[in-house]
Protein backbone atom coordinates (compact mmCIF):
# COMPACT_ATOMS: atom_id res chain seq x y z
CA UNK A 1 0.00 0.00 0.00
CA UNK A 2 1.06 3.39 -0.62
CA UNK A 3 2.61 6.11 1.46
CA UNK A 4 0.63 8.70 1.75
CA UNK A 5 2.26 12.59 2.16
CA UNK A 6 0.31 15.01 3.54
CA UNK A 7 1.12 18.87 4.63
CA UNK A 8 1.18 17.84 8.03
CA UNK A 9 3.34 14.88 8.23
CA UNK A 10 5.70 17.56 6.10
CA UNK A 11 5.33 20.06 8.52
CA UNK A 12 6.55 17.79 11.53
CA UNK A 13 9.67 17.07 9.85
CA UNK A 14 11.12 20.88 9.99
CA UNK A 15 13.27 22.37 12.61
CA UNK A 16 10.90 25.12 13.74
CA UNK A 17 14.07 26.92 15.46
CA UNK A 18 16.25 26.44 12.51
CA UNK A 19 16.85 30.46 12.60
CA UNK A 20 17.89 30.39 15.92
CA UNK A 21 20.90 28.05 15.15
CA UNK A 22 24.39 29.84 13.77
CA UNK A 23 25.45 28.77 10.79
CA UNK A 24 28.71 29.83 8.55
CA UNK A 25 26.59 31.94 6.09
CA UNK A 26 25.09 33.59 8.78
CA UNK A 27 28.07 34.24 10.79
CA UNK A 28 29.52 35.90 7.17
CA UNK A 29 26.46 37.90 6.30
CA UNK A 30 26.51 39.94 9.78
CA UNK A 31 29.55 40.65 9.75
CA UNK A 32 29.51 41.65 6.50
CA UNK A 33 26.90 44.15 7.70
CA UNK A 34 28.39 45.45 10.66
CA UNK A 35 32.59 45.76 9.94
CA UNK A 36 32.23 48.06 6.91
CA UNK A 37 30.19 50.78 8.92
CA UNK A 38 31.69 50.63 11.96
CA UNK A 39 35.50 50.71 10.02
CA UNK A 40 34.11 53.42 8.09
CA UNK A 41 32.87 55.24 11.13
CA UNK A 42 35.91 54.96 13.11
CA UNK A 43 38.31 56.23 9.73
CA UNK A 44 35.80 58.97 9.36
CA UNK A 45 36.08 60.33 13.63
CA UNK A 46 40.17 59.32 13.37
CA UNK A 47 40.24 61.70 10.20
CA UNK A 48 38.27 64.34 11.95
CA UNK A 49 40.51 64.54 15.17
CA UNK A 50 43.51 64.87 13.15
CA UNK A 51 42.01 67.75 10.95
CA UNK A 52 42.37 66.30 7.58
CA UNK A 53 39.44 67.19 6.23
CA UNK A 54 39.55 65.69 2.29
CA UNK A 55 36.79 63.18 3.67
CA UNK A 56 34.33 65.86 3.12
CA UNK A 57 35.28 66.80 0.29
CA UNK A 58 33.19 66.51 -2.81
CA UNK A 59 35.66 66.18 -5.44
CA UNK A 60 38.77 66.87 -7.02
CA UNK A 61 39.31 70.93 -7.55
CA UNK A 62 40.11 72.89 -10.67
CA UNK A 63 43.40 72.94 -11.50
CA UNK A 64 43.49 76.94 -10.26
CA UNK A 65 42.71 75.84 -7.04
CA UNK A 66 44.14 72.71 -6.48
CA UNK A 67 46.44 74.09 -3.67
CA UNK A 68 43.59 74.63 -1.88
CA UNK A 69 42.01 71.22 -1.97
CA UNK A 70 42.85 70.91 1.70
CA UNK A 71 41.81 74.39 2.90
CA UNK A 72 38.07 74.43 3.18
CA UNK A 73 37.68 76.93 5.22
CA UNK A 74 38.94 79.39 2.34
CA UNK A 75 35.89 79.09 0.71
CA UNK A 76 33.52 76.97 2.68
CA UNK A 77 32.70 79.10 5.60
CA UNK A 78 32.62 77.63 9.01
CA UNK A 79 29.02 77.53 10.77
CA UNK A 80 28.77 75.50 13.81
CA UNK A 81 31.28 73.48 13.95
CA UNK A 82 31.01 72.88 10.16
CA UNK A 83 31.62 74.02 6.88
CA UNK A 84 29.04 76.12 4.87
CA UNK A 85 27.67 73.56 2.03
CA UNK A 86 27.87 76.58 -0.39
CA UNK A 87 31.06 78.65 -0.90
CA UNK A 88 30.07 82.17 -0.39
CA UNK A 89 30.73 85.13 -2.76
CA UNK A 90 32.66 87.24 -0.03
CA UNK A 91 35.14 83.94 0.29
CA UNK A 92 35.42 83.97 -3.97
CA UNK A 93 35.91 88.01 -3.90
CA UNK A 94 38.72 87.91 -1.48
CA UNK A 95 40.98 86.44 -3.86
CA UNK A 96 39.13 87.70 -7.01
CA UNK A 97 37.82 90.88 -8.38
CA UNK A 98 35.18 89.93 -10.37
CA UNK A 99 33.77 93.18 -11.86
CA UNK A 100 29.99 92.92 -13.03
CA UNK A 101 29.31 92.15 -16.44
CA UNK A 102 26.85 94.50 -17.17
CA UNK A 103 26.06 97.97 -14.90
CA UNK A 104 22.58 97.61 -16.51
CA UNK A 105 22.19 93.70 -15.95
CA UNK A 106 18.66 93.49 -13.66
CA UNK A 107 20.41 89.98 -12.05
CA UNK A 108 23.28 89.31 -9.97
CA UNK A 109 24.29 85.71 -9.75
CA UNK A 110 26.53 84.61 -7.17
CA UNK A 111 29.79 83.09 -7.94
CA UNK A 112 29.30 79.41 -7.61
CA UNK A 113 26.28 79.50 -9.86
CA UNK A 114 28.72 79.76 -12.82
CA UNK A 115 32.08 78.58 -11.78
CA UNK A 116 31.28 75.10 -9.79
CA UNK A 117 34.48 73.32 -8.12
CA UNK A 118 35.24 69.74 -7.57
CA UNK A 119 34.91 68.32 -10.60
CA UNK A 120 38.33 67.58 -11.36
CA UNK A 121 40.64 69.30 -13.07
CA UNK A 122 38.64 71.47 -15.36
CA UNK A 123 38.97 74.97 -16.37
CA UNK A 124 36.69 76.79 -13.89
CA UNK A 125 36.35 79.57 -15.66
CA UNK A 126 34.23 78.19 -18.65
CA UNK A 127 30.34 78.41 -17.21
CA UNK A 128 27.82 76.07 -18.79
CA UNK A 129 25.08 77.18 -20.96
CA UNK A 130 22.62 76.98 -18.64
CA UNK A 131 23.96 79.84 -16.75
CA UNK A 132 24.30 82.15 -19.33
CA UNK A 133 20.58 81.53 -20.33
CA UNK A 134 19.11 82.16 -17.02
CA UNK A 135 19.65 85.85 -18.02
CA UNK A 136 19.96 85.43 -21.91
CA UNK A 137 17.14 83.55 -22.67
CA UNK A 138 14.72 86.52 -21.57
CA UNK A 139 17.40 89.00 -21.37
CA UNK A 140 16.24 92.18 -19.68
CA UNK A 141 17.97 95.11 -18.17
CA UNK A 142 16.98 98.12 -15.68
CA UNK A 143 16.23 100.26 -18.34
CA UNK A 144 13.85 97.94 -19.46
CA UNK A 145 15.28 97.70 -23.09
CA UNK A 146 18.14 96.02 -24.70
CA UNK A 147 20.27 96.15 -28.22
CA UNK A 148 21.44 92.81 -27.70
CA UNK A 149 19.43 89.64 -28.89
CA UNK A 150 16.86 88.82 -25.93
CA UNK A 151 16.45 85.27 -26.44
CA UNK A 152 19.70 82.61 -26.49
CA UNK A 153 19.84 79.20 -25.12
CA UNK A 154 22.93 78.71 -26.58
CA UNK A 155 25.21 78.88 -29.97
CA UNK A 156 23.00 76.54 -31.70
CA UNK A 157 19.40 77.71 -30.53
CA UNK A 158 18.94 81.95 -30.68
CA UNK A 159 22.18 82.98 -31.59
CA UNK A 160 21.49 85.37 -34.41
CA UNK A 161 23.92 86.20 -37.03
CA UNK A 162 27.22 88.10 -36.43
CA UNK A 163 26.27 91.95 -36.23
CA UNK A 164 28.72 92.65 -39.28
CA UNK A 165 26.79 90.23 -41.44
CA UNK A 166 23.77 91.50 -41.14
CA UNK A 167 21.35 92.67 -43.94
CA UNK A 168 22.69 96.30 -44.36
CA UNK A 169 26.40 95.94 -42.99
CA UNK A 170 29.35 96.88 -45.24
CA UNK A 171 33.09 97.38 -44.73
CA UNK A 172 33.67 101.07 -44.19
CA UNK A 173 37.52 101.03 -45.01
CA UNK A 174 38.44 103.06 -47.57
CA UNK A 175 41.30 101.20 -49.50
CA UNK A 176 40.02 99.71 -52.97
CA UNK A 177 41.21 95.64 -53.05
CA UNK A 178 39.92 93.77 -55.48
CA UNK A 179 40.00 90.00 -53.30
CA UNK A 180 39.30 88.43 -56.80
CA UNK A 181 42.45 89.38 -58.46
CA UNK A 182 44.70 88.18 -56.10
CA UNK A 183 43.26 84.99 -55.46
CA UNK A 184 44.37 84.53 -58.38
CA UNK A 185 47.63 83.71 -61.35
CA UNK A 186 48.84 87.54 -61.14
CA UNK A 187 52.14 89.33 -62.68
CA UNK A 188 54.39 90.75 -60.13
CA UNK A 189 54.59 94.29 -60.99
CA UNK A 190 54.39 96.03 -64.92
CA UNK A 191 57.12 93.59 -66.30
CA UNK A 192 57.35 90.66 -63.36
CA UNK A 193 56.65 87.07 -63.33
CA UNK A 194 53.32 85.33 -62.92
CA UNK A 195 52.86 84.57 -59.10
CA UNK A 196 50.09 82.84 -57.39
CA UNK A 197 49.71 84.78 -53.95
CA UNK A 198 48.63 83.12 -50.71
CA UNK A 199 46.45 85.02 -48.08
CA UNK A 200 49.83 84.97 -45.43
CA UNK A 201 51.21 86.68 -47.78
CA UNK A 202 49.28 90.02 -46.80
CA UNK A 203 47.55 89.20 -43.67
CA UNK A 204 49.41 87.95 -40.39
CA UNK A 205 48.93 88.15 -36.93
CA UNK A 206 51.24 91.04 -35.13
CA UNK A 207 53.60 88.47 -33.11
CA UNK A 208 54.28 86.80 -36.57
CA UNK A 209 58.13 86.73 -37.14
CA UNK A 210 58.36 84.94 -41.08
CA UNK A 211 59.71 86.68 -43.48
CA UNK A 212 57.25 88.48 -45.94
CA UNK A 213 58.22 87.10 -49.51
CA UNK A 214 57.03 90.02 -51.07
CA UNK A 215 59.10 92.43 -48.67
CA UNK A 216 60.33 95.74 -49.84
CA UNK A 217 63.17 96.57 -47.27
CA UNK A 218 63.28 100.32 -48.75
CA UNK A 219 59.75 100.99 -47.41
CA UNK A 220 59.89 99.08 -44.55
CA UNK A 221 63.06 101.01 -42.72
CA UNK A 222 61.23 104.27 -43.08
CA UNK A 223 59.19 105.78 -40.88
CA UNK A 224 55.68 107.13 -41.65
CA UNK A 225 54.92 110.38 -41.02
CA UNK A 226 51.54 108.92 -39.89
CA UNK A 227 50.48 106.19 -36.82
CA UNK A 228 49.10 102.71 -37.25
CA UNK A 229 46.55 104.43 -34.96
CA UNK A 230 45.42 106.90 -37.55
CA UNK A 231 44.52 104.24 -40.37
CA UNK A 232 42.50 101.79 -37.61
CA UNK A 233 38.79 101.95 -37.29
CA UNK A 234 38.17 101.87 -33.62
CA UNK A 235 35.82 99.54 -31.82
CA UNK A 236 33.02 100.69 -29.01
CA UNK A 237 34.58 102.03 -25.83
CA UNK A 238 32.19 99.37 -23.78
CA UNK A 239 33.69 96.59 -25.47
CA UNK A 240 34.00 94.18 -22.17
CA UNK A 241 37.96 93.28 -22.04
CA UNK A 242 38.92 89.88 -21.54
CA UNK A 243 40.84 88.24 -18.96
CA UNK A 244 44.67 87.80 -19.16
CA UNK A 245 47.30 89.34 -21.61
CA UNK A 246 47.44 89.02 -25.17
CA UNK A 247 49.63 86.90 -27.35
CA UNK A 248 49.43 89.10 -30.20
CA UNK A 249 48.19 86.23 -32.79
CA UNK A 250 44.52 86.68 -31.97
CA UNK A 251 43.92 89.11 -35.01
CA UNK A 252 45.28 90.25 -37.92
CA UNK A 253 47.50 92.76 -38.38
CA UNK A 254 46.68 95.78 -40.54
CA UNK A 255 48.13 95.24 -44.14
CA UNK A 256 51.30 97.10 -44.39
CA UNK A 257 52.21 98.65 -48.19
CA UNK A 258 56.46 97.72 -47.56
CA UNK A 259 55.77 94.09 -46.54
CA UNK A 260 52.71 93.55 -48.22
CA UNK A 261 52.09 95.57 -51.42
CA UNK A 262 55.01 97.36 -52.53
CA UNK A 263 57.10 94.32 -54.11
CA UNK A 264 54.39 94.61 -56.73
CA UNK A 265 52.77 98.10 -56.53
CA UNK A 266 55.94 100.24 -57.73
CA UNK A 267 55.40 104.17 -56.70
CA UNK A 268 58.49 105.36 -59.70
CA UNK A 269 57.05 108.94 -60.45
CA UNK A 270 59.64 109.99 -63.13
CA UNK A 271 61.34 108.10 -66.20
CA UNK A 272 65.11 109.39 -64.57
CA UNK A 273 64.57 107.95 -60.91
CA UNK A 274 64.09 103.90 -60.45
CA UNK A 275 62.89 104.76 -56.94
CA UNK A 276 59.45 105.68 -56.18
CA UNK A 277 58.36 108.60 -53.82
CA UNK A 278 57.61 107.36 -50.23
CA UNK A 279 54.41 105.94 -49.26
CA UNK A 280 53.08 108.43 -47.11
CA UNK A 281 50.61 111.79 -47.38
CA UNK A 282 50.84 114.20 -49.85
CA UNK A 283 52.81 116.83 -48.11
CA UNK A 284 55.87 114.28 -47.44
CA UNK A 285 55.49 112.97 -51.12
CA UNK A 286 55.84 116.80 -52.66
CA UNK A 287 58.39 117.34 -50.72
CA UNK A 288 60.00 114.21 -51.42
CA UNK A 289 59.98 115.07 -55.50
CA UNK A 290 61.10 118.84 -54.89
CA UNK A 291 63.92 117.92 -53.59
CA UNK A 292 64.90 115.22 -56.14
CA UNK A 293 64.71 117.12 -58.86
CA UNK A 294 66.34 120.12 -57.81
CA UNK A 295 69.38 117.73 -56.72
CA UNK A 296 68.52 115.89 -60.31
CA UNK A 297 68.90 119.28 -62.19
CA UNK A 298 71.94 120.35 -60.87
CA UNK A 299 73.70 117.36 -61.34
CA UNK A 300 72.13 117.80 -65.41
CA UNK A 301 71.94 121.70 -65.74
CA UNK A 302 71.97 120.73 -69.82
CA UNK A 303 68.63 119.52 -69.49
CA UNK A 304 66.66 122.42 -69.05
CA UNK A 305 66.84 122.94 -72.58
CA UNK A 306 63.25 120.94 -73.04
CA UNK A 307 62.68 119.46 -76.53
CA UNK A 308 58.87 119.18 -77.23
CA UNK A 309 57.91 115.25 -77.46
CA UNK A 310 55.56 115.23 -80.66
CA UNK A 311 54.08 111.83 -79.10
CA UNK A 312 52.78 113.77 -76.29
CA UNK A 313 50.98 116.25 -78.30
CA UNK A 314 47.15 116.62 -77.05
CA UNK A 315 44.49 117.62 -79.50
CA UNK A 316 42.76 121.00 -78.52
CA UNK A 317 45.87 121.73 -76.24
CA UNK A 318 48.24 124.52 -77.15
CA UNK A 319 51.39 123.58 -78.72
CA UNK A 320 54.00 124.11 -76.74
CA UNK A 321 57.31 125.16 -78.53
CA UNK A 322 59.84 122.99 -80.48
CA UNK A 323 62.59 123.86 -77.52
CA UNK A 324 62.25 126.04 -74.72
CA UNK A 325 64.96 127.17 -72.40
CA UNK A 326 63.60 126.93 -68.43
CA UNK A 327 65.26 127.87 -65.19
CA UNK A 328 65.96 125.10 -62.84
CA UNK A 329 63.37 126.34 -60.83
CA UNK A 330 60.72 126.44 -63.56
CA UNK A 331 62.03 123.12 -64.87
CA UNK A 332 61.56 121.78 -61.10
CA UNK A 333 57.93 123.15 -61.14
CA UNK A 334 57.04 121.50 -64.12
CA UNK A 335 58.42 118.15 -63.76
CA UNK A 336 57.02 118.48 -60.01
CA UNK A 337 53.08 118.94 -61.71
CA UNK A 338 53.45 116.62 -64.35
CA UNK A 339 54.55 113.86 -61.53
CA UNK A 340 52.50 114.67 -59.23
CA UNK A 341 49.63 114.23 -61.73
CA UNK A 342 50.47 111.02 -62.61
CA UNK A 343 51.24 110.44 -58.76
CA UNK A 344 47.20 111.37 -57.93
CA UNK A 345 45.11 110.41 -60.98
CA UNK A 346 46.83 107.23 -61.55
CA UNK A 347 49.45 105.43 -58.66
CA UNK A 348 47.71 106.77 -55.48
CA UNK A 349 44.19 106.75 -57.01
CA UNK A 350 44.70 103.01 -57.66
CA UNK A 351 44.03 102.29 -53.97
CA UNK A 352 43.61 105.07 -52.24
CA UNK A 353 40.12 107.47 -52.16
CA UNK A 354 41.89 110.84 -53.27
CA UNK A 355 39.58 114.20 -52.03
CA UNK A 356 39.71 117.51 -54.04
CA UNK A 357 42.86 116.52 -56.71
CA UNK A 358 43.95 119.54 -58.20
CA UNK A 359 43.17 119.94 -61.89
CA UNK A 360 45.60 120.02 -64.53
CA UNK A 361 46.16 123.64 -66.42
CA UNK A 362 48.54 122.97 -69.75
CA UNK A 363 47.97 126.86 -70.96
CA UNK A 364 50.63 128.33 -69.02
CA UNK A 365 53.46 128.11 -72.07
CA UNK A 366 56.39 128.98 -69.96
CA UNK A 367 55.36 126.27 -67.10
CA UNK A 368 53.60 122.84 -69.57
CA UNK A 369 50.69 121.67 -66.69
CA UNK A 370 50.59 123.61 -63.36
CA UNK A 371 48.18 122.87 -60.24
CA UNK A 372 45.08 125.26 -61.13
CA UNK A 373 42.03 125.55 -58.99
CA UNK A 374 42.05 129.35 -58.30
CA UNK A 375 44.37 128.47 -55.54
CA UNK A 376 45.99 131.27 -54.19
CA UNK A 377 49.58 130.87 -55.53
CA UNK A 378 53.17 130.60 -53.57
CA UNK A 379 56.96 130.89 -54.17
CA UNK A 380 58.92 128.16 -52.52
CA UNK A 381 62.88 128.89 -52.37
CA UNK A 382 64.94 127.08 -54.34
CA UNK A 383 66.82 125.76 -50.86
CA UNK A 384 67.79 122.19 -51.23
CA UNK A 385 69.37 123.07 -54.54
CA UNK A 386 73.19 122.96 -54.02
CA UNK A 387 74.57 126.32 -54.39
CA UNK A 388 71.32 127.86 -54.27
CA UNK A 389 70.97 131.70 -55.80
CA UNK A 390 68.48 133.43 -53.66
CA UNK A 391 66.62 134.96 -56.59
CA UNK A 392 65.57 131.36 -58.13
CA UNK A 393 62.33 130.62 -57.18
CA UNK A 394 59.40 127.34 -58.29
CA UNK A 395 55.87 128.73 -58.64
CA UNK A 396 53.27 126.10 -58.24
CA UNK A 397 49.86 125.83 -56.36
CA UNK A 398 49.86 125.31 -52.41
CA UNK A 399 47.37 122.98 -52.75
CA UNK A 400 47.92 119.22 -52.48
CA UNK A 401 44.85 116.34 -52.49
CA UNK A 402 43.84 114.79 -49.30
CA UNK A 403 43.51 111.15 -48.61
CA UNK A 404 40.52 109.50 -47.21
CA UNK A 405 41.65 107.69 -43.75
CA UNK A 406 41.90 103.85 -44.45
CA UNK A 407 39.45 102.88 -41.27
CA UNK A 408 40.73 99.35 -41.26
CA UNK A 409 38.83 97.36 -39.18
CA UNK A 410 40.84 95.23 -36.96
CA UNK A 411 38.11 93.58 -34.99
CA UNK A 412 35.31 93.00 -35.88
CA UNK A 413 33.25 90.88 -33.58
CA UNK A 414 34.06 93.40 -30.43
CA UNK A 415 31.71 91.75 -28.22
CA UNK A 416 33.52 88.39 -28.67
CA UNK A 417 36.67 87.19 -28.27
CA UNK A 418 38.70 85.27 -31.53
CA UNK A 419 41.88 83.39 -31.93
CA UNK A 420 43.38 82.76 -35.04
CA UNK A 421 46.28 81.06 -33.96
CA UNK A 422 43.72 78.43 -32.98
CA UNK A 423 42.51 77.83 -36.03
CA UNK A 424 45.63 77.45 -37.91
CA UNK A 425 45.24 74.37 -38.72
CA UNK A 426 42.64 75.17 -41.28
CA UNK A 427 43.11 76.92 -44.79
CA UNK A 428 42.13 81.24 -44.20
CA UNK A 429 39.44 80.25 -47.83
CA UNK A 430 37.51 77.19 -45.63
CA UNK A 431 36.11 80.03 -43.56
CA UNK A 432 36.68 83.26 -45.28
CA UNK A 433 35.46 81.93 -48.25
CA UNK A 434 34.14 85.14 -49.74
CA UNK A 435 37.60 86.14 -50.62
CA UNK A 436 37.44 84.24 -53.88
CA UNK A 437 34.85 86.07 -55.37
CA UNK A 438 35.19 89.41 -53.23
CA UNK A 439 35.29 92.15 -55.96
CA UNK A 440 34.59 95.50 -53.58
CA UNK A 441 36.11 96.91 -50.99
CA UNK A 442 32.69 97.43 -49.30
CA UNK A 443 32.52 93.10 -49.11
CA UNK A 444 32.90 92.12 -45.67
CA UNK A 445 35.02 88.74 -46.05
CA UNK A 446 34.32 87.41 -42.28
CA UNK A 447 32.64 83.95 -41.87
CA UNK A 448 29.06 83.43 -40.84
CA UNK A 449 27.97 81.76 -38.58
CA UNK A 450 26.70 78.97 -40.27
CA UNK A 451 30.57 78.02 -40.97
CA UNK A 452 31.25 78.44 -37.41
CA UNK A 453 28.57 76.05 -36.56
CA UNK A 454 29.87 73.51 -38.73
CA UNK A 455 33.01 73.18 -35.92
CA UNK A 456 31.79 74.80 -33.39
CA UNK A 457 28.29 71.75 -31.97
CA UNK A 458 27.48 69.41 -28.95
CA UNK A 459 29.58 65.98 -29.63
CA UNK A 460 32.91 64.88 -28.73
CA UNK A 461 33.85 65.14 -32.36
CA UNK A 462 33.05 68.63 -32.21
CA UNK A 463 34.67 72.06 -31.41
CA UNK A 464 33.88 73.42 -27.80
CA UNK A 465 30.46 75.46 -28.58
CA UNK A 466 29.63 76.44 -24.68
CA UNK A 467 29.38 80.71 -24.59
CA UNK A 468 32.41 80.89 -22.38
CA UNK A 469 34.13 79.97 -25.52
CA UNK A 470 33.98 83.49 -27.43
CA UNK A 471 32.44 85.41 -24.93
CA UNK A 472 33.48 87.28 -21.49
CA UNK A 473 31.37 87.98 -18.84
CA UNK A 474 33.08 89.83 -16.54
CA UNK A 475 34.75 93.12 -17.48
CA UNK A 476 38.05 93.25 -16.45
CA UNK A 477 38.82 96.81 -17.74
CA UNK A 478 37.31 97.43 -14.21
CA UNK A 479 38.47 94.88 -12.59
CA UNK A 480 40.80 96.45 -8.93
CA UNK A 481 43.49 94.49 -7.48
CA UNK A 482 43.11 92.30 -4.22
CA UNK A 483 45.53 92.29 -1.08
CA UNK A 484 47.12 88.86 -1.09
CA UNK A 485 46.77 86.91 1.91
CA UNK A 486 48.15 83.49 1.59
CA UNK A 487 51.25 81.75 2.73
CA UNK A 488 53.00 79.29 0.29
CA UNK A 489 52.40 75.80 1.79
CA UNK A 490 56.26 75.50 2.56
CA UNK A 491 56.60 78.37 4.29
CA UNK A 492 53.65 78.06 6.63
CA UNK A 493 55.90 75.56 9.55
CA UNK A 494 58.87 77.79 9.08
CA UNK A 495 59.49 81.42 10.54
CA UNK A 496 59.58 83.40 7.82
Given amino acids: MARTRTTKKLAQRIDLNYFKRSTAPKRAKFWISVLPPVIALAWIVGRGFSGDSRIYSSGRMSSAHAVLENECQTCHMPQAGAFSARAIDSACLSCHDGPLHHTDQVKSLECAACHSEHHGRVNISAASDRTCAECHSDLKTKAGTTSYAGHIRNFEDGHPQFAALREGSFDPGTLKLNH ?222 GIAASNTTVRWMPHARFDHDAHNGFTCVSCHQKAVSSTEMKDILLPGIAICQTCHAPGLDRAESRCSECHTYHDWSKRQEVTPKFTLPALRSTNH
Avoid at 291 to 320: F, S, W
Wanted: charged share 25%.
Fill in 180 to 401: AIHMQPIRRGPNGPIVNLECSDCHRPAAAKSKWIYEDASYTAIKQTYSEEEEIRLVKADTLTPHGPRTGRELMAPVKFGTACASCHLLTFDKRFEEGVPHDIPEVIDAFLVKRLQDYIAAHPGEVRVTRDPDRNLAGKPMLPAVRILTPAQWVAERTAEDEDLLWRKTCNECHILKNVPQTDANSPGMGPSLSLGVAETSVSFRDAPNPTPSVARTVSSYLP
